[in-house]
């Protein structure tokens, strides 16, 4: 039976130092950040997911970001090396984590780098986005981990936003959804749709066909329930200061052996 775990990691008190690149800093209210990432938290909690604490990494801005510290696929997780060194002291406490819960662990070496936000998996195909976060390098060690397992890694382009997955998610049927000015190549996705905010890009699968997405794209949101998903919402709002999105607070496990 699959598992339903997700490991999240709560905000460290210097969140407003997290990185900006593409977009103007705005000022980051952390008490309020906290309440968000609690209420994300308690979403994945009422949809069945057992939610794992990773032990807080304090002086890691952007630590609740867990996402990018590691790829899970089938039961090995990847420890990465973060594209923006000042993010490569988050790695350790999710190795502890991931091991901890009995994953087989790899990581990604130098000179390669990898962020996790920039690997959308999609059943057993991997895109992995090529571009400020992650090297060729960082793509071919990610081919090396997973290929043997079963896995086929489609490198993309990105060169408009953060990461891979601020650009493009999935729906449980498969079909990648991007917002069109954001999105490289659509082309490179077999089945494409255009929704219409840059947030609604960003969906997490909670089971069945459930999804969970930013409150800050209502007109997604009618999109996608009208395509007859069922559509849940948390406040997200300072955390999209920082180029987070709902994807990047949780490293999802469904096929742990543990
Ligand atoms: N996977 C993600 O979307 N991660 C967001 C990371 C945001 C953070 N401020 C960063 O620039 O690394």
């Known amino acids: ?4 775990k997700a490991l999240v990691r709560r905000p460290s008190p210097r969140l407003a130092e997290g990185l900006v690149t593409h977009i103007e800093r705005e000022k980051v209210d952390v008490e309020l950040a906290v309440e968000q990432w609690e209420a994300y938290v308690a979403a994945l909690s009422a949809h069945g997911w057992e939610t794992i604490e990773v032990e807080p990494a304090d002086d890691c801005p952007d630590s609740v970001f867990v996402e990018d510290t ?38 990604i070496w ?49 060169s408009k936003v953060l990461h891979l997955k601020s650009a493009v998610t999935a729906l449980p049927d498969g079909t990648v959804i991007g917002h069109i000015p954001k999105v490289d190549r659509p082309a490179l996705f077999p089945r494409f749709l255009s929704v219409p905010e840059e947030s ?57 052996y543990a």
């Open 1 to 4: 039976m699959p598992s339903k």
């Open 200 to 256: 609604g890009a960003h969906v997490v699968l909670l089971g069945g066909s459930t999804l969970l997405m930013a409150a800050s794209a209502p007109r997604t949101a009618e999109l996608l329930t009208d395509l007859g998903f069922e559509v849940v919402t948390v406040d997200i709002g300072e955390f999209e200061k920082l180029e987070g999105c709902v994807t990047c607070l949780s490293v999802r496990m469904r096929e742990l």
């Open 110 to 158: 130098e000179p390669g780098t990898l962020d996790g936000g920039d690997v959308l998996k999609v059943g057993d195909t991997i895109y992995v986005g090529r571009g400020g976060r992650t090297n060729p390098a960082g793509v071919q060690q990610l081919r090396a981990a997973f290929e043997p397992l079963g896995a086929r890694v489609v490198a993309v382009p990105v």
């Open 70 to 107: 590691v790829v899970m696929y089938k039961n090995v997780a990847l420890i990465t090396r973060p594209g923006a060194e000042a993010r490569r002291p988050e790695t350790a406490g999710v190795e502890e984590a991931v091991a901890a819960l009995g994953c087989s662990v790899n990581w």
